[in-house]
């Protein structure tokens, strides 16, 4: 299996930055894409990026040339560094990861990301 904890959220002014990481432990070996989501109150919860293990990165067209997501191997850590934040990108930041086989690791906590002046 495979556990995931995220971390980095925050209270930033519109035009700044954050970091957001997510740190896998367990048969990381298994993962084959990280995912970061994100939820606003009173909506759904929406894919946000992707990195596969081979280093492809989508993105929603929102965050598109602001988000970037990386990882750390040795570390097996992802983030998403979020750049030119937005009042509507204020949400609660997750990650998943999709494994071998298909299956995806729990839901976590999440991390908070309020945007506001």
């Known amino acids: 299996q495979v556990q995931t904890v995220e971390s980095g959220g925050g209270l930033v002014q519109p035009g700044g930055s954050l970091r957001l990481s997510c740190a896998a432990s367990?048969?990381?070996?298994?993962?084959?894409?990280t995912d970061w989501y994100r939820q606003a109150p009173g909506k759904e919860r929406e894919l946000v990026a992707r990195l596969t293990k081979d280093g492809v990165t989508t993105y929603i067209d929102s965050v598109k040339g602001r988000f970037t997501i990386s990882r750390d191997n040795a570390k097996n850590t992802v983030y998403l560094q979020m750049n030119s934040l937005k009042p509507e990108d204020t949400a609660i930041y997750y990650c998943?990861?999709?494994?071998?086989?298909?299956?995806?690791?729990?839901w976590g906590q999440g991390t908070q990301v309020t945007v506001s002046s």
């Open positions: 998943q990861t999709i494994l071998q086989g298909g299956s995806n690791t729990p």
């Open positions: 367990g048969r990381t070996f298994t993962i084959i894409a």
